[in-house]
């Protein structure tokens, strides 16, 4: 297994299903077109053509007023982040720790993105409470505005991904 941007020409989109209809059809659907209109970076855990799991990456910008005390900085209305759109592993292999892999990848591109721009961490949008949980595990923190949108700040992301 490798980790690759998404190919539509060599990575089979529709055979992908996590169990969740939503984040089927946007792998199917969606993310290539949101590739080229620039709108996200998508990749892919796959082997060979097969893909066994996917995350997708875009700019985004929260306000400070989101964020808890701790995370704020300066007198910036917004901060720039990655948001971690989808994060989704095949039903045939789960359980299995790539959700984990996935989100140390996602991790590694964000810090290798950091690099070249300001990113003052990263936003993931849960889509349950269980979700939530996966993503308290890593170190997010659920911001004050919203129940299920988490924040981990850069310093933390720098954390995780070192040797």
Known sequence: MKFERLQPDLHDRKTFDC?????????????NQDQNRGLSRVYV?????????????SAYSVATDELADQ?????????????LGRLAV????????????????ALKTTVEAAEK????GMIVDAKDDRAAGFYQRFGF???IASKNRLVLPFSAIKKLVQP
């Open 19 to 31: 169990g969740d209809q939503a984040l089927n059809l946007y792998l199917r659907q969606f993310a």
């Open 71 to 83: 995370t704020r900085t300066g007198a910036y209305r917004e901060l720039p982040f990655l948001l």
């Open 117 to 120: 721009i300001g990113i003052f």
């Open 141 to 143: 923190t659920r911001l």
């Open 45 to 57: 855990l796959a082997e060979q053509r097969r893909i066994v799991g996917y995350y997708s990456l």
């Open 90 to 105: 095949d039903q045939a292999f789960q359980g299995q720790g790539l959700g984990d892999a996935l989100i140390f990848h």
